[in-house]
């Protein structure tokens, strides 16, 4: 079994900054790829950033004022979100393609949310 637990969501003012983390535990082979995805209400799930072998990718309305990272040695995921704007407002989850075993194909998991309000 694989887990991904994300912590770190909050209230927050526009203008302020939040730091999301999630960890990824259980029998984890490998990591393919990890990132964020939010999702607003009314609205479809989004993606925020991935972080992958092949570099970073971020949504347009977050680049250059959020930033993803991993801990490789942890099996960890961080967004740092700076200059929050109400439109921010969302349920962040964390996303991982992860491999349980050397034979076993790339699966998707998801972490359980954590909600982010940007309010003043």
């Known amino acids: 079994q694989v887990q991904l637990v994300e912590s770190g969501g909050g209230l927050v003012q526009p203008g302020g900054s939040l730091r999301l983390s999630c960890a990824a535990s259980?029998?984890?082979?490998?990591?393919?790829?990890m990132g964020w995805y939010r999702q607003a209400p009314g609205k479809q799930r989004e993606l925020v950033a991935a972080?992958?072998?092949?570099?970073?990718m971020y949504a347009d309305s977050v680049e250059g004022r959020f930033t993803a990272s991993r801990d490789f040695a942890k099996n960890t995921v961080t967004l740092q979100m700076n200059s929050l704007e109400p439109t921010d407002t969302a349920v962040y989850y964390c996303?991982?393609?992860?491999?349980?075993?050397?034979?076993?194909?790339?699966?998707?998991?998801w972490g359980q949310g954590t909600q982010v309000t940007v309010s003043s």
């Open positions: 259980g029998s984890i082979f490998s990591i393919n790829n």
């Open positions: 996303n991982a393609g992860i491999r349980m075993s050397k034979w076993d194909q790339v699966k998707n998991y």
């Open positions: 972080l992958s072998s092949g570099g970073e």
